[in-house]
């Protein structure tokens, strides 16, 4: 299989070669030999017939996805061969169009926050791929009619280029994408060693870790990649400008940055005050590791779910959803950054943790009355909040969970007067609880 630097090395390629938008063609060399098929067999072309005999001679041809699926079969801009190289459905990628690559893609999204290079980028009818640093490189009769790097719109525009918005992205099969292994960086050790202590529990640390994973790869200078381009920094230059006072606005560019891509004002505030109290660089592994671990006493019902939790599952998404809460919550996305911390939990635990299971359980007698599955996730206790036997006031209370407690609802209730109760689950102290608390005190 194709790695991803050998695949964007192989579409830069082909766009420094002369190109030619003709739809259908995969990379053949247009000539006096093949002009007259490359002219009849489709509509685009029969229309665009005068177009092609005069512009597209002695150029390679290729539409959108066939750019994409003449490089994955060989292409390599050989001016003797048939097709430049490339053999048709070779290499185990099938002929198909734009449309059905994106539903063949891995961990397609909308949320363009998260792309990473050699990722199809993909609109209704046309297919791009991304190449890094906010550009893209596609096939298209637009613009300039040919193989074309282009700006990735969704993250904004870039100087020198024509910008498209795309609709979706993901991961083509037919790529080896070394992100998906959660390689090593700098400062791993450190970072799982400072949560364990923290937590004190091992699939807690690895959900976190997964996900810091996630927001910065584990690197604690990290510039989030848009402000890269739009302040026209690098990671480096970012840290350095803020460390010597050179630049101002540290706190109020909205510009994710650090372990946690800390973004809003008052948490960027707490970090510089943090780093100038600790007279470290803002950029500074252990100083940020000290202020994650502090910031989290804020979150408490984010922290006893990684301290109670059994499975990394459930760590990372206690995370994902109550302390990073990205935009994108998708089930895609919680099972993506689980991923990441089992690759950690199985490098570091090996595998050998014990689940923390509920010493003992305690589960209401009364059984919900009506089921709505568009209910069902998990929900935040508002205020101290009583867990009930039954719905309604006048049942017996089993335990009072601190505001700021994190529970699980599967989507029952049952419904007094005009509240719904919500037949909740959630462990504290070791215990397992199961039954009804007031939806009124419930935030999702």
Known sequence: MMNVKEFISKLKDAQAHDTYYVMGCFGALISEKNIKRYTTNNNYNIQHA???????????????????????????????????????????????????????????????????????????????????????????????????????????????????????????????????????????????DYLVSLIGNEYGAAGLMGNLYAESGLRSNNLQNTYERSLGMSDEQYTQAVDSGAYTNFVKDA????????????????????????????????????????????????????????????????????????????????AKRASFGQVYFDKYAGGAATPVAPATKVKASEAAQLMDKDMAGTYTATADLHLRDGAGTEKKSLVVMPKGTRVQNYGYYSRVGSTRWLYIQFTLNGTQYTGFSSGDYLRR
Request: charged share 20%.
């Open 50 to 192: 005068a177009q092609i005999r005069s512009g597209a001679m002695g150029k390679f041809g290729f539409d959108c996805v066939c750019l994409i699926k003449g490089i994955l079969w060989g292409w390599n801009g050989n001016k003797n061969a048939t097709y430049g190289g490339a053999t048709y459905t070779s290499n185990g990628v099938p002929d198909i169009g734009a449309d059905q690559m994106i539903q063949k893609c891995k961990d397609v999204s909308t949320d363009f926050s998260n792309i990473i290079p050699g990722e199809a980028v993909w609109l209704p009818g046309h297919i791009g791929v991304y190449i890094g640093d906010g550009l893209v490189i596609e096939c298209t009769p637009k613009w300039e009619n040919k193989v074309q790097i282009t700006a990735l719109g969704n993250v904004g525009a870039k100087a020198g280029y024509n910008a498209r918005t795309w609709q979706k992205h993901g991961k083509l099969p037919y790529i080896q994408y070394a992100e998906s292994a959660a390689p090593a960086t700098t400062g791993e050790k450190t970072i799982w």
């Open 255 to 334: 510009a994710g940055y650090g372990l946690a891509q800390w973004t809003y004002w008052s948490r960027k505030q707490n970090l510089l005050n943090h780093a100038k109290a600790a007279g470290a660089s803002i950029g500074d592994l252990n100083m940020q590791l000290n202020f994650l671990g502090l910031e989290l006493k804020g979150y408490p019902g984010v922290m006893r779910a990684l301290q109670s939790a059994s499975s990394v599952r459930e760590a990372s998404d206690a995370v994902l959803t109550g302390y990073e809460r990205p935009k994108d919550q998708s089930e895609a996305v919680k």
